[in-house]
């Protein structure tokens, strides 16, 4: 079996990092094991690890006590296999731990997506357990599989947020304040709510400098925050 990487990060102190290399593990009866291709970094990767504790993000991939792995949205090819509806060679799409290699329980299989059933997975959102399987998947674009990475997860964050405020009933208020309006996570929940719920105002605060790169949006009306 191959040489299994795992990066791997002082839960109080992030900075310290260390690469943990074991044998890659055979899947047993009913699992799979992926090889990760690519993952991307991004502010909100670091967000994982900072509030890992508190929303339980290094539960997904344990690590030994007072370590952990940062979680990260990536790609990853099946390269063993004991499920017969999942053939090795495929590839999939999901969440993924900074390392190397990923053993999986598929369950729920369908053409387009699994949902990794391990165990220490379920109390933790399904969002988070599910792969897409690119061969059958129609928002895969094998030339911007980059973008994809870096962009889908926030904007999935963007439509919960204004799925969650909708079914409230706004808290009986006509005007959504987005803060940090220029970060990527802002600008997707003011174009969801302007494509969904126009009725709805959108203002955003951000600093002086970020105004004009904020406003060419044009999905929410924006000033500078004090």
Not at 64 to 72: L, N, S
Not at 163 to 182: F, I
Not at 205 to 212: E, M, N, Q
Not at 217 to 223: S, T
Request: aromatic share 10%; charged share 20%.
């Amino acid at each position: 079996m191959p040489i299994k990487r795992e990066m791997m990060v002082r839960r109080d102190a992030l900075t310290q990092v260390a690469v943990n290399e074991t044998l890659a593990p055979e899947p047993g009866e009913g699992e799979i094991l992926l090889q990760i291709e690519a993952f991307a970094v991004t502010a909100n990767t670091v967000t994982y690890g900072v509030v890992g504790a508190q929303i339980g993000y290094w539960n997904f991939f344990p690590a030994p006590e007072g370590w952990g792995i940062v979680p990260a949205w990536g790609y990853a090819r099946v390269v063993a296999s004991r499920v017969a509806d999942i053939a090795v060679g495929e590839r999939v799409y999901g969440f993924l731990p900074m390392a190397s290699h990923l053993i999986v329980q598929p369950g729920k299989i369908s053409a387009g997506l699994f949902r990794d059933m391990a165990a220490h997975r379920q109390p933790m959102s399904a969002v988070y357990n599910q792969y897409r399987r690119l061969q059958a998947d129609p928002a895969h674009d094998a030339a911007r599989e980059d973008l994809r990475m870096l962009f889908e997860p926030l904007f999935l964050t963007s439509f919960l947020i204004e799925d969650t405020l909708r079914r409230a009933g706004w808290y009986g208020t006509d005007t959504v304040v987005l803060t940090s309006a220029s970060s990527k996570t802002a600008l997707g929940t003011a174009y969801v709510l302007r494509e969904g719920s126009p009725q709805i105002r959108r203002i955003g605060l951000t600093s002086a400098a970020h105004v004009g790169f904020v406003e060419k949006d044009r999905a929410v009306r924006c000033g500078a925050g004090l």
